[in-house]
Antibody, heavy 116, light 113 residues
């Protein structure tokens, strides 16, 4: 059974940093691209970033480019999102999702709140 | 960026009746390599992550009931629920994966009439 379990969310002040993790199981992690998608409270879905299976390539939404870094550890079956210079508008539930195009598996999400 | 616009924003349909949600992209999402449209549909129930229903505009994900169908090409797409069930009350999103930044429609809230 495919499972994606996010962690690392929490409350942080503007300008602060957080590192999200997504532990994957039930599939060959190193064979699949992975993505982060976020959802602000009461709002729609926003793609944040994707990374290739080998970590050789990654893409970012303009809204996070230069502040967020996606990475992965295939030996640990774990996806990461390093978030720096956080802003109030980054407040959202962050979902880890399998693959880069359509997402047939999602984690339950981790809430990031940026507030002073 | 490709802008995805869904219509309507909300929809109320009686149980057993047909529900139709539209999605329009600001440019074609036809992937020339396989002549398929890079368009997916998701259903999101409150407090849950999205669930994939359809990809390549019309391919139903494994395990998804056949009352869900997707159609369209180029820039205009439709998700149809042939006979609405109570568990279909949710917000539905279209999603283009043709080019980054990948983008979603604003969502359509489906309720029971």
């Amino acid at each position: 059974e495919v499972q994606l379990l996010e962690s690392g969310g929490g409350s942080v002040q503007p300008g602060g940093s957080l590192r999200l993790s997504c532990a994957a199981s039930g599939f060959t992690f190193s064979s699949h691209a992975m993505s982060w998608v976020r959802q602000a409270p009461g709002k729609g879905l926003e793609w944040v970033s994707s990374i290739s299976n080998s970590a050789s390539g990654s893409n970012y939404a303009d809204s996070v480019k230069g502040r967020f870094t996606i990475s992965r550890d295939n030996s640990m079956n774990t996806l990461y999102l390093q978030m720096n210079s956080l802003r109030a508008e980054d407040t959202a539930v962050y979902y880890c999702a399998k693959d880069q195009w359509w997402h047939n598996y999602w984690g339950q999400g981790t809430l990031v709140t940026v507030s002073s | 960026d490709i802008v995805m616009t869904q219509s309507p924003d909300s929809l109320a349909v009686s149980l057993g009746e047909r529900a139709t949600i539209n999605c329009k992209s600001s440019q074609s999402v036809l992937y020339s390599s396989n002549n398929k449209n890079s368009l997916a549909w998701y259903r999101q129930k409150p407090g849950q992550p999205p669930k994939l229903l359809i990809y390549w505009a019309s391919t139903r994900e494994s395990g998804v009931p056949d009352r869900f169908s997707g159609s369209g090409s180029g820039t205009d797409f439709t998700l149809t629920i042939s006979s609405l069930q109570a568990e279909d009350v949710a917000v539905y999103y279209c999603h283009q994966y043709y080019s980054t930044p990948y983008t979603f429609g604003q969502g359509t809230k489906l309720e029971i009439k």
